[in-house]
Every structure is written in structure tokens, then in C-alpha cells.
């Protein structure tokens, strides 16, 4: 809604004049349309606003969304695997993380919230072939809204389920003592490739901060290096890629998997 439209909206209960005059719905305009000088709201926060706008823009241009009265989100939740019995509708606020999200799903069905357990939020892309565990502290809302960038957003979903050696990752008090390196086989699906979407092996080093592709073990400079702080990590692989192993991950950043 423009915000002349909201202005006159508002007006009409701020002001005991009725807020109807010219000079009244231009008071409150002036609030709206300056209201990030006026109530002194840092630059992170419009950001983060913005970007949530544009994603829910997009979301409700791809797919349908339910809205509660007070604006949540009403999403299906599935419980360990994707099926009709096991999905739970859960109100999703612009506040609420992952680890909320496994308690309200678990509690809504009775089955019990315990931390030790490890119960966790997994973000499911490409019909299934891609999941992510998300971090107990990750915004539910902003995770799903992203979702409007996909291809086929419908075929994304939330399940909660067990992971057993997660709560240990989140609990590492000192991420700067990883560093492994092993050979993989790497594809990053580039037509340029006289191999095509060929899968090639590449010695991987990784580290806290990023992740480096080698020629060999013997190479000094990496071929390609990937900060982990802009990607996200899914465990799988897509089919259409013809994997040489289904054990494997991708690396899905906003230009490339």
C-alpha cells in the first residue's frame, strides 16, 4: 500500500479531528515516509527489512502463502519424513528460530521436547535431494522467504528430525582449530569444462573461513576458494548432475551450486 494510502488510514485514529484535513494525512505521511531518520533506526535494520519485503514479494508471486490475522506465516512442518500423517501446521513469526520451531512442532503432537535428544529443523530443497540442518539460532522466516529463489519453490519444505552429532558442532567452543583436507571429486557444473558437468578430482582443503580447491596435494595456489560466510552447505547431491557417489554435499551460493 503507497504510503499516501496508509497515511490517510492512520490519520483518521491519531487525530481527535478525525484526521481527515489535507494538513493532518500529510503529518502522518511525513512520519511513514521519514520514519528511519525520525525514530533513529540503524542502516543493518532497513536492510534486513528490505530484503524481507522483496522476499515476500517474490514468495507470494511463486506460491501460495496462509497468513495468520496477526501476519505470521502458517507453514507445514513434517515430522522425520515427508507424509500426510506426519505434517503439523505451525505459526511461523518474523522471530522465530529454528530450535522454537522443533519444540512447537514436537509439542503440537505430543511427542516430547527434549534438548538431549537433538531433535533439528532441516531445510529441504530440490525435491528432497538437497537438506540442511539448520543452527538453533537461524530465523525460521527468512529461511523460507528465500526459498522464493528457486526454480520450484513448492518443492521445498521443513522436516524435524534427529541428529545425533550436531549439538556437538554447535557446541565447539573453538572453530578455529578445523582444518581438513582430503582428495574429492568436484564438479561446479560449468559448461566451460571440456568434461562438461563431468566430476573431477581436486585435493579440498577446508577451514574455518573457507574452503579451497587444489589441483593436487603437492599445488600451492587454489584453483578456486569459497568463503563460508556467503554459502550455504546442503548434504546430497542432485541427480541430474550423475554423481559418481550419492554421499556427497553441495555448496550453494547465490550464483551457483
Given at each position: 500500500m503507497p504510503s499516501e494510502k496508509l497515511a490517510s488510514v492512520f490519520s483518521a485514529r491519531l487525530?481527535?479531528?478525525r484526521g481527515q484535513t489535507p494538513q493532518e494525512?500529510?503529518?502522518v505521511?511525513?512520519?511513514?515516509?521519514?520514519?528511519v531518520?525520525?525514530?533513529?533506526?540503524?542502516?543493518?535494520r532497513v536492510q534486513q527489512m528490505e530484503i524481507e519485503n522483496s522476499f515476500i514479494t517474490r514468495w507470494n508471486e511463486k506460491k501460495d502463502a496462509t497468513f495468520s490475522p496477526a501476519g505470521d506465516l502458517i507453514f507445514e512442518v513434517y515430522l522425520e519424513k515427508k507424509k500426510p500423517e506426519n505434517c503439523c501446521l505451525i505459526k511461523v513469526s518474523p522471530?522465530?528460530?529454528?530450535?522454537?520451531?522443533?519444540?512447537?512442532?514436537l509439542t503440537g503432537r505430543n511427542a516430547g521436547f527434549a534438548t538431549s535428544e537433538s531433535w533439528t529443523t532441516f531445510e529441504v530443497i530440490e525435491n528432497g535431494e538437497l537438506e540442511r540442518p539448520l543452527h538453533p539460532n537461524e530465523r525460521i522466516l527468512e529461511q523460507v522467504l528465500e526459498w522464493s529463489t528457486l526454480d520450484f519453490p513448492q518443492s521445498a519444505f521443513?522436516?524435524?528430525k534427529k541428529f545425533s552429532w550436531f549439538k556437538a558442532v554447535c557446541d565447539d567452543k573453538d572453530p578455529g582449530r578445523l582444518m581438513k583436507g582430503d582428495y574429492l571429486k568436484f564438479s561446479d557444473g560449468s559448461s566451460k569444462l571440456l568434461s562438461g558437468h563431468k566430476f573431477q578430482d581436486k585435493y579440498v582443503v577446508l577451514r574455518p573461513d573457507k574452503?579451497?580447491?587444489?589441483r593436487d596435494i603437492k599445488g600451492t595456489k587454489a584453483e578456486k576458494v569459497i568463503q563460508l560466510s556467503s554459502v550455504k552447505c546442503y548434504f546430497g547431491l542432485r541427480k541430474k548432475l550423475k554423481p559418481p557417489t550419492s554421499w556427497g554435499?553441495?555448496?550453494?551460493?547465490?550464483?551457483?551450486?
Open positions: 487525530f481527535q479531528t494525512i500529510r503529518v505521511h511525513d512520519l511513514i515516509s521519514n520514519y531518520t525520525l525514530f533513529s533506526v540503524n542502516e543493518s522471530g522465530m528460530r529454528s530450535a522454537e520451531l522443533a519444540e512447537a512442532a521443513l522436516v524435524i574452503l579451497l580447491l587444489y554435499f553441495t555448496v550453494h551460493t547465490d550464483k551457483q551450486q
